[in-house]
Structures are given as structure tokens and as C-alpha cells.
């Protein structure tokens, strides 16, 4: 499936407010889908790349030998859900970033249906 398909498909997600597949080693935003004026998701792409980086960091500092699921930043009123893809080359360092309304959304099937996504993209 290519990338702007299934971003649309991401959108149906109860609650989403806008999704994006972001290059973490240039902060680059490869596909978005909603967004608005106060969710700029090509600067929040690119702020977030920032968190992935740091997380990895930590893992490596650590010493832990594991890899991130998924990140989730709970806000008052949103639910900001950073998750790697697990492309297994090591030129491929993505991330699907996902704003959910709280209000709205179920975090549980939310970040179910981001999985099957990882799986549906092909770059």
C-alpha cells in the first residue's frame, strides 16, 4: 500500500486529528494527512524527531536490548502516538506520528490499528 493511501486509512482512527510518517535521521515529514492550523504536522514531525532520538540515546546508554513500540505523550486534551517502524534496514529510520483527540479516541484500538499500518506501508 503506498504511503498517502494509508495515511488516509489512518484517518479513520476514532478521534484522529492528523498522522504522519516522519524520516527521524533528517526530521523530514514523507506523508501527512489532516492537520490543521494549530496542528502543523511538518513541525511537529520534525520536533519529534527529537524525542525518538533521545529515547534511543537513553536505550543505548542503558545498555537495554530492546527496541521502542511506541511513545505516548498524553496532553489534557490529545494523545500524541510516536511509533518506529520496524523496517529492519538500516537506512530506514521512520516513525508514524499520530494526534488523536482524547475526547474521542480509544487508545487501545488506536494503537492497534497504527501496527496494522506499519505493516500496510511500503516506502
Known amino acids: 500500500?503506498?504511503?498517502d493511501e494509508?495515511?488516509?486509512?489512518?484517518?479513520?482512527?476514532?478521534g484522529a486529528l492528523g498522522i504522519a510518517l516522519v524520516d527521524y535521521q533528517s526530521g523530514m515529514v514523507l506523508g501527512q494527512q489532516g492537520g490543521n492550523a494549530l496542528l502543523d504536522l511538518?513541525?511537529?514531525g520534525a520536533v519529534n524527531t527529537d524525542?525518538?532520538?533521545?529515547?534511543?540515546?537513553?536505550?543505548?546508554?542503558m545498555q537495554l536490548e530492546e527496541v521502542i513500540e511506541d511513545i505516548l505523550?498524553?496532553?489534557?486534551?490529545?494523545?500524541?502516538?510516536i511509533m518506529p517502524l520496524d523496517r529492519h534496514t538500516p537506512d530506514e529510520k521512520l516513525f508514524l506520528y499520530l494526534v488523536l483527540d482524547r475526547s474521542r479516541a480509544n487508545l487501545a484500538l488506536a494503537r492497534h490499528q497504527l501496527?496494522?499500518?506499519e505493516q500496510a506501508i511500503t516506502v
Open 42 to 44: 511538518e513541525v511537529a
Open 1 to 3: 500500500m503506498k504511503i
Open 6 to 14: 494509508a495515511l488516509r486509512g489512518a484517518m479513520a482512527v476514532d
Open 73 to 81: 505523550i498524553t496532553l489534557g486534551s490529545q494523545y500524541h502516538i
Open 51 to 61: 524525542v525518538v532520538r533521545a529515547k534511543l540515546r537513553a536505550i543505548e546508554t
Open 115 to 117: 501496527r496494522r499500518l
